[in-house]
Structure formats: C-alpha cells, structure tokens
C-alpha cells in the first residue's frame, strides 16, 4: 500500500465517521508530527494498541480484499491473561461495497459484529476444521440480536443497519459490504483485543507492505513512537 492511499483513506475515514454521527477520540487526529512530542500520558494507547490500522491482506488491492479500522478502546493482554481490569474492546470500522475481510476466526476472542449504519453488511460463517485450514461441514448456530438462528456452513447472514452478531472462538467469518449498497459503519464490541497472536487466516494472509512515497499524516498503531 502507498503511503499516500494510507493517508487520504484515514482523511476519508475522519469525515465518514463524523458523517454517521460516530465520534472518535481527539488524539484520532493526532499526526505523525504530534506524537513526536506525545509523552508518557499516552502510554496506554501504545501498549494497549488504540488507534488506526489499514490493510489489504497481502492482496495488493485494498478495494477487494482490505479493511480500515481504528481501535477505540483495549486492555491488555499477556499470556492469554488480562494486565488490567479492562477486559473488553471496541472497534469501528469503514467497510466498502464489495471489499472483502477474509476468512479467519480467533481462539480466544468472542465479538459482536454490528452494522451501525450506511449499507448491508455481508458476513458468512462456518465452523473452523480441526486442522484450521478449512470450514467444518456442519451447522451454524448463532445470535442475531439474541435470536437464534441456524445456517448452513459459509451460508451469508446479511445485517440491516442496526443489527448485530455474536461470533464465539472458532467460529470463522467473512464479511463485506453488499455490493452497490454505500459504504457501511461497522462496529465490534468484544473481550480482549490481540490481532498480533489471535487471528487464524484459514487460508493464510500476506503482509501489509507499505510504499512510503509520502511522509507519514498519520501514524498506525503499529508506528508509534516510545516516549
């Protein structure tokens, strides 16, 4: 991904998400020049992992197969225990009409997946194998809103704005925005957050690799600098 797409998908995203009446903190606003000065107040952002990730997967193509995300807030977590007594997180993401999350599922993490507004959210849903390379052949049941509903494995549930789902541990998902519906505020509100160790890709995921063609507007949380 260029440095430069990076910069403006966060500029659009600042505006989307104002536009839905989504309010993000001030420090979402911070630049690269700001956290230069930023001192130890804003440790828990560091070490907590808040803010802005983009990525395409590895595809090279973010419109396909890519999602934007800004992580709101986290606890921490070491040795699959929690550091703090905040033991839940919370997302918001901007989903595009046809751009594909892939399918992965978390051995730790349960999360509710919510349309907040915009378009229709796509989200298909199978058991993970005992290998975790592929989808069991068995039925879904799931929480929509708390009710039940059952679904055939990779059968796609699609969320109105103002629905919901709980996804449990293994449970793989694929989501996108409905194609030529408009982009979708999607939110996740789970037990602890950790996309370094507790994301399985079934069928494996590349890389984010940056093209610094530009300096940096914003930095992702990957990027932050120790005070």
Not at 56 to 69: I, Q, T, Y
Request: some cysteine.
């Amino acid at each position: 991904m260029k440095r430069s797409d990076i910069n403006r998908l966060i500029d659009e995203a600042l505006v989307f998400f104002d536009k839905h009446s989504f309010k993000l903190p001030q420090w979402s606003k911070w630049t690269a020049e700001d956290w230069q000065k930023i001192g130890h107040e804003a440790d828990e952002i560091r070490t907590h992992g808040l803010g802005w990730n983009i990525t395409d997967f590895g595809s090279g193509n973010f419109l396909s197969n890519g999602l934007l995300l800004f992580i709101v807030r986290n606890g921490l977590l070491k040795a699959n225990k929690a550091q703090t007594s905040k033991t839940y997180a919370e997302k918001a993401m901007m989903v595009r009409p046809g751009q594909v999350t892939p399918w992965h599922f978390h051995w730790l993490k349960t999360e509710d997946l919510l349309n907040r507004g915009g378009g229709r959210l796509e989200v298909e849903l199978g058991w993970a194998s005992e290998d975790e390379k592929s989808i069991a052949d068995r039925p879904v049941v799931v929480q929509v809103d708390g009710i039940s509903k059952t679904l055939k494995p990779g059968e796609k549930l699609i969320l109105e704005p103002g629905e919901s789902v709980t996804i449990p541990p293994m449970l793989c998902h694929q989501f996108c925005g409905c194609p030529k519906d408009k982009e979708i505020l999607v939110g996740e509100i789970s037990s602890l957050n950790d996309d370094s160790a507790d994301n399985c890709f079934i069928h494996g995921c590349g890389p984010r690799v940056i093209d610094e063609d530009t300096k940096a507007k914003y930095l992702l949380l990957s990027e932050y600098l120790k005070a």
